[in-house]
């Protein structure tokens, strides 16, 4: 074996630059990561208030009838039982923090990540510049962004978001870009052929038929924010990440699997209701249909006796 | 008849500097040598021709004859890159993209191959598609788009979606979603050639009575020469990107233009294709309107005429009988000249009907129409004709 030499000719120092940049951010764009910070306690800090603020009943009520009428009667009967895992566990307050964590994480993920995406979709020098953007944000160790973030946000919930954010958001961009490029030619044809403008384009054919793609990129989404949020409870971003992590320093096998069924079981939760809306036409379970249905033959009498 | 489309010298060439293949097309050479040398690739070429207000004109070609792209100009889907299109006198390739925007929701509208739904939206939305791009408001729309569902006979399925319906009915959708913004012209692209032949058929039927209720201007893409003939008030036959032949079923078939065209006929059975209203002419038959004309001076008028037999036709256009210069000669009246045997053929009557009449008649053969007009006659040397060219 030959001795670990140093062959650093250029000096290069890659960690001192990014230290270098960290600290320049740091004094100079102040302003900025207070405003970002404060935007993002203002969605997250509502968001879990109003969660723990509905009675614990009245929302496993509300997650049940969801499953039963967006995904079917197995999936409903799945819901209650999950419900009652939660209550039987003691943990229905940091399930609401997680809950509130990953979806306030999604939406920002989505609100930059969907207009990147159509961008993406309409320019291929824009495809060309974000895609090795989203490569090393989805390559790089999740754990990584846990640091920048808490140096410029501190600790807490909102720098757990915010890595969140940085982790999940890749798949938003990739699956919206991939969802418009995907659109068949003749639709598209089809929509110029009758008057689309630009904008009607868009809204009225390329996203419409992006939908089951987009859906599928905001479900992934989802998905590694709630990966990502278990993570980020080593910078106290709280919940069920909380009590996992409280399991493994005090080696407490009972916590930390609870803890986990915890996040497992609202990952099948948000997975299963999620794609329900990425069917196209005629989506939901049969129930939801037939109710769809009542209500479109009531809402139909009543045009006919008031035209 | 007013010229509604109006195609001149048009070129489309796809790549990099087209200036320079459209001087080697110039110069006679062909898609493939222009593209060996310039990597651009031809399109169109020289088209130039006009539509008739009302009629069905077919622009038939095999796969990368240019047939798709030239219908794509028309309302610019694609941009020709030299040329003019004029619809009712204004040339759109100079249209700004707002009054083209206009141009589209107003007057034009296009059927596709792969019928081309909006698979979220039900069947009614579909057809009302065109009319909420232009902001027209639900009620009206819904109304406008069940009227044309109703006109395609699917307003039974008004809230279906695309995704449970078959082939024909998709199709008849996207009919419906074209008729419902009353457009002046309608572009077919291969519309009916993903359908079984029998769906097929009966599409190609139901758009010749929708033409007979209301008469657009269709410009319909076909590879299929029986949909053609069956169809088309005039043919258009693109080869190469160039349009090599324009003109009636019947005359495409009796003087095509080149080998290519003849090819086309190959394998087709034209006794199916033609009725025998396609092959009624009047350009070798005197017509007799005055029962009691002397035999001697309507023989005078065959002889001057260089025509062999005449038709004599009462005031309301009915054939009342045929007669030949031999049995003018031997006749005292006009009555006592007529050929017997002969019976009229129907405009409809496929030519294989026809054909039989004409083979045992003594004289051309009168063809009437649904009310008994005189069209034309079919004589045996020019049916014998039609089908050696063909066959």
């Given at each position: 074996m030959a001795d670990p030499e140093n062959y650093q000719f250029l000096n290069i120092d890659l960690g001192q630059y990014v230290e270098d940049l960290v600290d320049w951010i740091q004094t100079n764009l102040g302003g900025l990561l207070d405003a970002i910070s404060a935007a993002i306690e203002f969605v997250v800090a509502n968001l879990e208030g109003f969660m723990l603020w509905v009675h614990p009943l009245v929302m496993a009520a509300a997650i049940i009838i969801l499953g039963f009428l967006r995904v079917g009667w197995g999936f409903g009967i799945f819901c209650i039982v999950a419900m009652i895992l939660f209550f039987e566990m003691t943990l229905w307050p940091e399930t609401m923090s997680t809950v509130a964590i990953v979806l306030s994480a999604s939406f920002v993920a989505l609100l930059i990540g969907g207009p990147l995406g159509i961008a993406m979709a309409r320019s291929d020098k824009v495809e060309a510049l974000v895609r090795p953007i989203l490569d090393f944000m989805q390559t790089?160790?999740?754990?990584?962004?846990l640091i920048p973030a808490a140096i410029f946000f501190g600790l807490g919930k909102v720098p757990g978001t915010i890595a969140t954010v940085v982790f999940a958001m890749p798949p938003a961009v990739r699956l919206t870009n991939l969802g418009i490029r995907q659109v068949h030619e003749e639709n598209i044809e089809a929509g110029l052929a009758f008057g689309c403008t630009p904008r009607q384009l868009l809204t009225k054919v390329q996203l419409p038929l992006a939908m089951p793609t987009i859906m599928q990129g905001v479900n992934q989404t989802i998905m590694l924010s709630l990966s990502m949020v278990v993570i980020a409870s080593m910078i106290g971003a709280g919940g069920l990440g909380n009590v996992v992590l409280t399991g493994i320093q005090r080696l407490n096998v009972g916590l930390g699997f609870e803890g986990g069924l915890g996040v497992v079981l609202i990952a099948i939760l948000l997975d299963r209701v999620t794609q329900t809306f990425g069917q196209s036409g005629a989506s939901g379970s049969p129930l939801y249909k037939y109710l769809k249905a009542m209500w479109w033959t009531r809402s139909d009498k009543d045009t006919a006796t008031s035209g | 008849m007013t010229q509604k489309i109006v195609v001149e010298d048009v070129y489309k060439i796809f790549g990099p500097r087209p200036d320079q293949a459209k001087q080697l097309i110039e110069q006679g050479l062909s898609k493939d040598e222009i593209f060996a040398q310039t990597s651009a690739t031809v399109g169109v070429q020289r088209a130039s021709f006009g539509i008739e207000e009302g009629e069905i004109f077919v622009v038939m070609g095999l796969s990368g004859s240019g047939k798709s792209t030239m219908v794509r100009m028309l309302n610019r889907l694609i941009d020709p890159t030299y040329g003019a299109v004029k619809i009712d006198g204004n040339d759109i390739t100079k249209m700004s993209t707002e009054d083209l925007i206009q141009l589209r929701r107003r007057d034009m509208s296009m059927v596709f191959q792969s019928f081309a739904l909006m698979p979220h939206q039900t069947v009614i939305e579909n057809a009302g598609f065109g009319l909420e791009l232009a902001g027209v408001d639900k009620a009206e729309r819904d109304q406008r788009a069940l009227a044309a569902l109703e006109q395609v006979g699917l307003k039974a399925n008004a809230?279906?979606?695309?995704?449970?319906?078959s082939g024909g009915m998709k199709q008849r959708v996207g009919l419906a979603r074209a008729l419902a913004v009353d457009p002046t012209i309608l572009l077919m692209d291969?519309?009916?050639?993903?359908?079984d032949p029998l769906i097929r058929t009966q599409m190609q039927d139901e758009l010749i009575q929708l033409q007979k209720e209301h008469a657009r201007t269709v410009v319909f893409i076909s590879h299929d020469l029986d949909e053609a003939m069956r169809i088309g008030d005039r043919i258009a036959i693109m080869e190469q990107g160039m349009v090599v032949q324009i003109g009636t079923p019947d005359e495409i078939v009796t003087n095509p233009a080149n080998d290519y065209v003849r090819s086309?006929?190959?394998?087709?059975d034209v006794t199916k294709v033609f009725t025998g209203g396609d092959l009624?002419?009047?350009?070798f038959v005197s017509v007799i309107?005055?029962?009691?004309?002397d035999p001697g001076s309507v023989r005078e008028q065959l002889q001057r005429n260089g025509h062999d037999s005449a038709v004599l036709i009462d005031g309301s256009g009915n054939v009342t009988g045929v007669m030949t210069e031999k049995s003018l000669a031997a006749a005292n009246s006009l009555n006592d000249a007529f050929i017997k045997d002969i019976e009229p053929a129907g405009a409809d009557m496929s030519l294989s009907e026809v054909l039989s009449r004409v083979a045992h008649a003594g004289a051309p053969v009168p063809v009437v129409d649904d009310n008994g007009q005189y069209l034309g006659s079919v004589s045996q040397t020019h049916l014998l004709k039609t089908l050696d060219r063909t066959g």
């Open positions: 790089m160790p999740p754990f990584v962004y | 809230n279906s979606y695309p995704s449970e319906l291969e519309a009916f050639s993903a359908l086309f006929f190959h394998g087709v009624a002419r009047k350009d309107d005055d029962a009691n004309a």
